[in-house]
């Protein structure tokens, strides 16, 4: 029988694939590569791994041409009580590691007590034109698990450079969801409803690499933070990602048919609407029947020089 499918060599190859995935996916766990990358983090681990099994097979094969069946039998036996090894220094680790957790637990998250109860957004109020802000800042959670506040922005030197003031750091749960593990006690996003994957902070200035935003939605307190940290949404973008579109009690506006103060009126009732497009201070608008279904299309203005002139809703 050719020796390079005998079963002796065919038990080697199927060892040394094993061995080397093992080793090839504990290196990358033990050397951080995956840290911070959230859910990327198991595929780059499982990348490593069967990398490096596939250099394992190829140092296999050249082993099993040179080596005699009796060698390759006791090689077999070798490499299965490393595997085993390393399997169970691997899973002690871990225990201890939780054993560590356990006895120095995570500070509880400390955020304000009155968070936004609503993801509905009223800005009827008096506010001045900086108060709008550009638009909304997202964080990437999901590739980066903690999201830096500075204090202060050096133009001379990148963001992440400067002095960190505080930090939210996210963990995924045992359901698999997004959580908030640890955050500074004024922490108060414009929105936050993370189990739909939802947190904005109001964007107040935008530099090369940092965004000026709004810390706490209440007392208006500005932070900086890294540009590439998170997504930014221009309030047009924003709108349109919206899921409803209402007028403020007391505040409805006429819904024409085009973008002008002097067009015509549409004359259907209005009372729910979606937004499908946004011209400079107006937003094209369907609007919705009691059963969702679009009636007829309009124009009205979703902001002006001072404020913004519409409530919306993220959630249906």
């Known amino acids: 029988m050719n020796k ?6 065919i038990a080697f190859y ?33 990348g490593y791994g069967l990398m490096t099994a596939l250099g394992g097979i190829i140092l296999g094969i050249i082993i099993v041409s040179r080596a005699s069946i009796d060698l390759i039998k006791k090689a077999n036996w070798i490499i299965l009580a490393l595997a085993v090894i ?13 054993t560590n957790e356990k006895s120095d637990p995570q500070p509880k998250i400390q955020t304000s007590p009155s968070l936004p109860a609503s993801l509905m957004a009223n800005f009827t109020g008096k506010s001045s034109s900086t108060e709008i802000g550009l638009g909304l800042f997202t964080p990437n959670y999901v590739e ?4 830096y506040f500075y204090s202060v922005q050096n133009p001379d030197i990148p963001i992440e450079d400067n002095p960190k003031l505080d930090s939210i750091t996210f963990s995924l749960s045992e359901h698999g969801d997004f959580t908030i593990q640890t955050a500074p006690p004024w922490l108060q996003p414009e ?20 965004i000026l935003l709004e810390g706490n939605s209440t007392t208006k307190t500005t932070y900086f933070v890294s540009k590439w940290s998170g997504d930014i949404l221009y309030w047009p973008e924003f709108i349109l990602s919206t ?3 209402e007028f403020p009690e007391g505040k409805v506006q006429p819904v024409r048919i085009k973008p002008l103060e002097n067009a015509s009126i549409v004359q259907k ?5 979606r937004a ?8 094209e608008v369907e609007i919705l029947d009691d059963q969702w279904s679009p009636i007829d299309k309009g124009w009205i203005r979703w902001r002006d020089e001072s404020k913004i002139l519409i409530k919306y809703s993220l959630l249906s």
């Open 144 to 147: 980066n698990n903690v999201l």
């Open 269 to 273: 009732p209005v009372r729910n609407m």
């Open 191 to 210: 929105h936050l409803k993370l189990d739909y994957g939802i947190i904005y902070f109001k964007i107040m200035q935008i530099g090369k690499d940092y």
């Open 4 to 9: 390079y499918i005998k079963p002796s060599s």
């Open 86 to 98: 390393i399997v169970v220094f691997l899973r002690l680790r871990s225990s201890d590691k939780k």
């Open 276 to 283: 499908i497009s946004v011209q400079d201070s107006w937003v």
């Open 243 to 245: 899921f409803m579109l």
């Open 14 to 46: 199927l060892l040394i694939f094993l061995l080397a995935f093992i080793i090839g996916a504990a290196a990358a766990g033990l050397s951080g590569v995956a840290k911070g990358q959230g859910l990327a983090g198991g595929a780059i681990v499982l």
